[in-house]
């Protein structure tokens, strides 16, 4: 098999992880969204997590805090602004507690242009980001959010992992370069309107997980902020997916929750089983991915 591993060889050999269905709830001070999350990190630590999992777009939250009467490009781009703040928030409920938590997105400005950015904290209190590289058309076009550029794979003690936010799981190729790097779990934190863009996140977490052989854990936002155009709706559903194999679950969903209520759904991932099943899966399509590029550059038309 080349390019990879035939055994896992992180550090952990399973890892406990919380997913978070968000419930997007209007609040006065800052002090009642640091509480909300807060209690959910310790929610996840009491239950021996590893790994957590926000949800996109879950700090628009603290738009209520401002006018949200504006624009909602000029409310997006004053949140970046709340970004330093968020940031040592979520270090602070980070450090020493064991977890790695992965703390959705917030809009950061980066040279002049806002980004979505999501950053994965470590217990060290270390963080790396991940940009969204993709925009969808309310982003670009209404929020006036810019897409990154770079795709990055971070190195923990639990292994490689890498997160594709939201709209980037309906990439293929973004998924699979990062399986190539040897990234056993795909983070994907989502935030959706409706049940057809939910559903398109989800059905391609799956396609994910079956093409490269990973899990995929997916977090979504629930609940409703009428009075904020850019979350007035949620439809959300966490769940954790597995390749489509004898050794993982019957219908490749570990875990999830019941759609649109507040919950935190866990599941504990196996990573040596991703290495034998790259290994000697009943199919192997990580490995038999080498000769696609060969086989779509022969591409024929043909007329009839």
């Given amino acids: 098999m080349r390019g990879w591993p035939l055994r896992y060889s992180g550090r952990m050999k399973r890892i406990r992880v919380a997913s978070l269905q968000y419930f997007i709830r209007p609040v006065t001070t800052f002090d009642q969204f640091r509480d909300q999350v807060a209690g959910l990190v310790d929610t ?24 949200v009467r504006r624009p909602i490009r000029d409310q997006v781009r004053a949140l970046s602004a709340q970004a330093p703040r968020f940031l040592e928030l979520m270090e602070g409920l ?5 977890m790695h938590v992965v703390a959705g997105t917030i809009p950061m400005e980066r040279d002049g242009k806002i980004r979505n950015v999501s950053h994965l904290f470590t217990p060290s209190g270390a963080h790396g980001e991940q940009g969204k590289l993709h925009m969808t058309r ?27 936010v939201c709209y980037d799981v309906e990439f293929p190729e973004v998924a699979r370069a ?5 990234v056993n779990v795909l983070i994907v934190p989502s935030c959706t309107d409706d049940r057809q ?7 391609c977490a ?52 019941i759609p649109n209520q507040e919950t935190m759904v866990i599941g504990e991932l196996n990573l040596e089983t991703i ?30």
Avoid at 94 to 98: C, D, N
Avoid at 178 to 182: L, V, Y
Wanted: glycine fraction near 8%; aromatic fraction near 8%.
């Fill in 44 to 67: 996840a630590r009491d239950y021996k997590c590893d790994l957590m999992v926000f949800p996109e777009y879950f700090t628009l939250q603290l738009l209520t805090l401002g006018d």
């Fill in 94 to 98: 980070t450090r020493g507690s064991k």
């Fill in 138 to 164: 309310f982003e670009s076009e209404e929020w006036g959010v810019s897409p990154d550029t770079n795709l990055r794979v971070f190195e923990t003690s639990l292994g490689r992992l890498a997160i594709a």
């Fill in 178 to 182: 990062a399986a190539r790097s040897g």
């Fill in 197 to 203: 863009g939910y559903l398109r996140v989800r059905y």
């Fill in 206 to 257: 799956h396609a994910r997980a079956i093409e490269n052989q990973l899990y995929v854990v997916q977090s979504s936002t629930v609940g409703s902020l009428p009075m904020v155009p850019a979350v007035s709706l949620n439809y959300g559903q966490a769940v954790i997916v597995t390749p489509s194999d004898f050794a993982f679950a019957r219908d490749g969903i570990l875990a999830e929750g």
């Fill in 275 to 304: 290495a034998e099943s790259r290994a000697t899966g009943t199919v192997l399509p990580l490995r038999d991915s080498e000769e696609t590029s060969a086989i779509v550059s022969r591409l024929e038309i043909v007329s009839l």
